[in-house]
């Protein structure tokens, strides 16, 4: 079965500085991995997403993220915050049968 | 075009009203999911469409009453809502599988 833990519910950077959201999966298939952005009372916004080749993707808003298989890790990363950035972020791993299997949320402060 | 459409974008009800949910998507997707979210936790999985056909629903009351009437339409009919289902509302679009999701804006929820 699939999971996925994030570490850490809240993250407080400043403007300017690196990010890094933590993401570790569980599956017991090659898993298709994403991460999604959500801004206060909107939708959630696909930032990006792994499903085979390069490990390391990049996504919109300056983000990427590294598949590492050998640590069944996703982290997310930006090189700068930006104020833009504050927002809650989920990182969700898909099973074989279509269900989006989500973390429990990181929500990311950005201090100026 | 990556957009999935919800409407309304706020609905308020009392418990013995009807109303219903609309969610829309012009991207030939033939998989559609509605989500409940309450705040602060990663959204929770309702009912699957696949092909117009429910394909999973995941022990919801049946006051929620899902309906597909064609491939871009997909609805939430609600009848005798409790206020604990107030939440956020989502609804999301894919290939059929295991494919990427792309979420609306959602319907904010308030049942009095």
């Known amino acids: 079965a699939q999971s996925v833990t994030q570490l850490g519910s809240h993250v407080s950077v400043s403007e300017g500085a690196l990010v890094l959201l933590r993401c570790n999966y569980s599956?017991?298939?090659?898993?298709?991995l994403f991460w999604y952005v959500q801004y206060p009372n909107q939708g959630l916004q696909l930032l990006l997403k792994?499903?085979?080749?390069?490990?390391l993707v990049k996504g919109i808003n300056g983000f990427e993220a590294e598949f590492k298989k050998s640590e069944t890790s996703f982290h997310l990363t930006k090189p700068s915050a930006h104020m833009s950035d504050a927002a809650e972020y989920f990182c969700?791993?898909?099973?074989?049968?279509?269900?989006?299997?989500f973390g429990q949320g990181t929500e990311l402060s950005v201090k100026p | 075009d990556t957009e999935v459409t919800q409407t309304p974008k706020h609905l308020v009800m009392g418990m013995t009203n009807k109303k219903s949910l609309k969610c829309e998507q012009h991207?030939?997707?033939?998989?559609m999911y509605w989500y409940k979210q309450k705040a602060k936790k990663p959204p929770e999985l309702m009912f699957v469409?696949?092909?117009?056909?429910?394909?999973i629903n995941e022990s919801v009351p049946s006051r929620f009453s899902p309906e597909c009437p064609n491939s871009s339409l997909l609805n939430l009919h609600l009848h005798a809502l409790q206020p604990e289902d107030s939440a956020l509302y989502l609804c999301?679009?894919?290939?059929?599988?295991?494919?990427?999701?792309?979420f609306g804006p959602g319907t904010r929820l308030t049942v009095l």
């Open positions: 969700a791993v898909i099973s074989p049968g279509g269900k989006l299997i």
């Open positions: 792994y499903t085979t080749g390069a490990t």
């Open positions: 999301a679009s894919s290939q059929v599988g295991a494919d990427t999701q792309y």
């Open positions: 469409y696949s092909y117009e056909k429910l394909s």
């Open positions: 991207m030939g997707h033939r998989a």
């Open positions: 599956s017991s298939v090659p898993p298709y």
